[in-house]
């Protein structure tokens, strides 16, 4: 019983500083998600390690040790962002959202796509939405 008391309050309490995060303007939240990531970095040794070396790993001699720690830098920045997005999420607006408009017809016709094709498999398909320009979108269309 004490415990059930004690996972409510936790969660009332993380719910009011997400329902906070979800309030800053987004420039706001972008810089403090930015100095987060930083200090993150600065601070982490071990995963900053990790994650220059999955860099190395990937890029292998394309990019020097300066490069791969700027790049590291920005990992932990951009997943420091995500927990503002998150908040962000939750102030929107149904009826307003589309999300046709925020990703592109062309990119909704591949998850359906991809939906009938994992029904007809009748197994999972994984899907990974990226952020892509419009002729990466057209080539990839094109190859189709």
């Known amino acids: 019983m004490r415990k059930k008391i004690v996972d409510n309050i936790l969660?009332?309490?993380i719910s009011i500083f997400m329902s906070f995060l979800g309030r800053l303007p987004e420039s706001a939240g972008n810089m403090t998600a930015d100095f987060i990531g930083s200090a993150w970095f600065a601070?982490?040794?071990?995963h900053r390690k990790i994650s220059c070396a999955?860099?190395?790993n990937a890029y292998g001699?394309?990019?020097n040790d300066t490069q791969i720690k700027i790049l590291a830098?920005?990992?932990f920045k951009n997943t420091a962002r995500m927990l503002?997005?998150?908040t962000r999420f939750h102030r929107m607006n149904p009826e307003k959202f589309s999300l046709i408009r925020l990703i592109g017809g062309k990119s909704v016709q591949l998850m359906i796509a991809l939906r009938s094709f994992a029904l007809i498999r009748a197994k999972?398909?994984?899907l990974i939405l990226?952020?892509?320009s419009r002729s990466a979108e057209k080539s990839f269309w094109h190859a189709c």
Request: proline share 4%; aromatic share 12%.
């Open 11 to 13: 969660y009332h309490v």
């Open 43 to 46: 601070f982490d040794k071990k």
């Open 54 to 56: 999955n860099i190395k």
């Open 61 to 63: 001699i394309e990019k």
């Open 73 to 75: 830098r920005k990992v």
């Open 84 to 86: 503002f997005e998150h």
């Open 124 to 126: 999972p398909v994984h």
């Open 130 to 132: 990226v952020g892509c």
